[in-house]
């Protein structure tokens, strides 16, 4: 009897401990797309126009590219480089979609990687796991084997494997700061494909992505109404295991070897979660961070044709800087 009473205790702390995989549905989350945040954003903007994607006669693309195989599929990319040739390889920028880790989807800055493209960059639009089909750290792996890969196609498509950006929006772009943060950190690689070629980012551009999921000015991992984006990410509440939460910021690895970092942030202050904090840890070793807020602009604002340009213009300035 005591025996049993035991071993039902160390099931029911087992239980308590493991990962949940509710959200795991394996069918597609559409309700964060460019027409939605259209919607939702013309209540308090009403101005507001979508960027369309571009008709351009100075570039060339390559749209659903296999770049890993996780077992059970393939993901895709797709490729967008200037047609004219160049004597010298080009920047390369990895362009992240956004989405709460769960929605969203890689054509949503199809015309913000035309528009690098025009302007001399090779760009990558990649899918990634998210939250309804794999759980943190998939989407991280997926997206270094995308780096990987541009790093074994470097030659094709004319690439500078010296200056690679990650790039993202919302989650996107905290996964491009943490991309760029664990850099040569074994445990963030995954296995899938091209595994004798770097993962390293030279350079960050973080548009409205939180630094830390654990912090004073963090809403993330509220599940009083309904399972936050961040705890279907994990797996877990933020209690059950802050370890892993914290694992999974960028601020927890900001200092020595992280590379350059660009922020474009909107006027909603919790999409700026740890920014200064993140900037505070790279200034004794002379890290170039650059921040630019557009005011009185919404979470979703790239989107939009009023905030395009400009954070074209901003992108483009900071890489020419550190490149």
């Not at 905290?174 to 040569?184: H, R």
Request: hydrophobic share 35%; aromatic share 10%.
């Amino acid at each position: 009897m005591k025996t049993c009473f035991l071993t039902g205790l160390v099931l029911l702390a087992l239980s308590a401990n493991a990962q949940s995989l509710k959200g795991i549905t394996n069918q597609k989350d559409t309700s964060y797309s460019n027409y939605n945040a259209l919607q939702s954003t013309r209540q308090t903007h009403p101005d507001i126009v979508l960027v369309r994607e571009l008709s351009s006669k100075r570039i060339r693309e390559q749209r659903n590219i296999p770049y890993a195989n996780t077992g059970k599929r393939e993901l895709l990319l797709d490729a967008f480089y200037p047609k004219k040739p160049s004597k010298k390889p080009r920047p390369a920028v990895l362009i992240i979609h956004g989405g709460g880790w769960r929605t969203g989807n890689r054509s949503q800055h199809i015309p913000l990687a035309q528009r690098l493209a025009e302007l001399g960059y090779v760009t990558f639009t990649p899918e990634y796991r998210l939250s309804t089909e794999a759980l943190y750290p998939a989407a991280v792996h997926d997206l270094k084997a995308a780096v990987r890969w541009i790093r074994a196609n470097a030659d094709q498509f004319g690439v500078d494997t010296t200056r690679i950006a990650s790039l993202g929006f919302s989650a996107g772009g905290q996964l491009s700061a943490l991309l760029g943060n664990t850099n040569g950190k074994p445990e963030f690689e995954g296995s899938d494909g091209n595994a004798n070629h770097s993962s390293a980012v030279q350079a960050i551009v973080d548009i409205d992505g939180i630094l830390a999921f654990i912090h004073p000015e963090s809403g993330e991992g509220d599940d009083s109404r309904s399972t936050s984006a961040a705890t279907y990410w994990f797996g877990y509440a933020k209690d059950e295991n802050p370890d892993l939460w914290k694992k999974g910021s960028a601020l927890t690895y900001a200092g020595e070897t992280t590379p350059p970092t660009l922020f474009i942030n909107s006027s909603v202050e919790r999409m700026h979660v740890g920014r200064e904090d993140y900037i505070a840890a790279l200034k004794p070793f002379d890290i170039y961070t650059e921040v630019h807020t557009f005011d009185n602009s919404p979470h979703s604002f790239c989107l939009f044709t009023q905030w395009f340009e400009p954070t074209v213009e901003y992108i483009n300035s900071f890489l020419l800087k550190v490149f």
